[in-house]
T-cell receptor, first 113, second 112 residues
Framework: AQKITQTQPGMFVQEKEAVTLDCTYDTSDPSYGLFWYKQPSSGEMIFLIYQGSYDQQNATEGRYSLNFQKARKSANLVISASQLGDSAMYFCAMREEGDDMRFGAGTRLTVKP | EAQVTQNPRYLITVTGKKLTVTCSQNMNHEYMSWYRQDPGLGLRQIYYSMNVEVTDKGDVPEGYKVSRKEKRNFPLILESPSPNQTSLYFC???????????FGPGTRLLVL
């Protein structure tokens, strides 16, 4: 069964607007971590943000925030004030305790000027 | 500078010709892993290593070998590459396997 689901293969956003990239996950483990990575066209994987399953507050890192809704098992990435350089593939990932990191299929974000 | 390095970055080879992709990290991380990335499938783990001389299979280990003789190095070996191993490969490391993983720049492999 798919552990991480990203339902949006592609998204468009206007420069300077906010955008939400969806991610839902499946686990019965109470302890897990959620990650978002950015992959620009150059190919490297860039870590953006992390949320632990026991964290009470939503994680934030600059313009990135993670909208963590534990009961719904969702971990959406919110990018505020989009920039042209935000155009990239974005991957959601989860690691359960003692298990491998599992990735979603990714969402390609295009920021329009 | 803390980093994960991979070599080569690009490789074209032919079916059956053994190859090795090297991976090295300078962060003293215990945990290292290899992934392959294919369109529509995201990243899938090939092998991982929790420490020196400890390696385990990930989701897609068939056709690959790894070794972890030193903490900093984790080479990926394709003994007899086949065209279905054409992919983008990433090496990654983290402090202990539970923390954030840091990725190398990727190796694009084409097997003819």
């Amino acid at each position: 069964a798919q552990k991480i689901t990203q339902t949006q293969p592609g998204m468009f956003v206007q420069e300077k607007e906010a955008v939400t990239l969806d991610c839902t996950y499946d686990t019965s483990d109470p302890s897990y971590g959620l990650f978002w990575y950015k992959q620009p066209s150059s190919g490297e994987m860039i870590f953006l943000i992390y949320q632990g399953s026991y964290d009470q507050q939503n994680a934030t890192e600059g313009r990135y925030s993670l909208n963590f809704q534990k009961a719904r098992k969702s971990a959406n990435l919110v990018i505020s004030a989009s920039q042209l350089g935000d155009s990239a593939m974005y991957f959601c990932a989860m690691r359960e305790e003692g298990d491998d990191m599992r990735f979603g299929a990714g969402t390609r974000l295009t920021v329009k000027p | 500078e803390a980093q994960v390095t991979q070599n080569p970055r690009y490789l074209i080879t032919v079916t059956g010709k053994k190859l090795t992709v090297t991976c090295s990290q300078n962060m003293n991380h215990e945990y290292m892993s290899w992934y392959r990335q294919d369109p529509g499938l995201g990243l899938r783990q090939i092998y991982y290593s929790m420490n020196v001389e400890v390696t385990d299979k990930g989701d897609v280990p068939e056709g690959y070998k790894v070794s972890r003789k030193e903490k900093r190095n984790f080479p990926l070996i394709l003994e007899s590459p086949s065209p279905n191993q054409t992919s983008l490969y990433f090496c990654a490391s983290s402090l202990d396997g539970q923390e954030t993983q840091y990725f190398g720049p990727g190796t694009r492999l084409l097997v003819l």
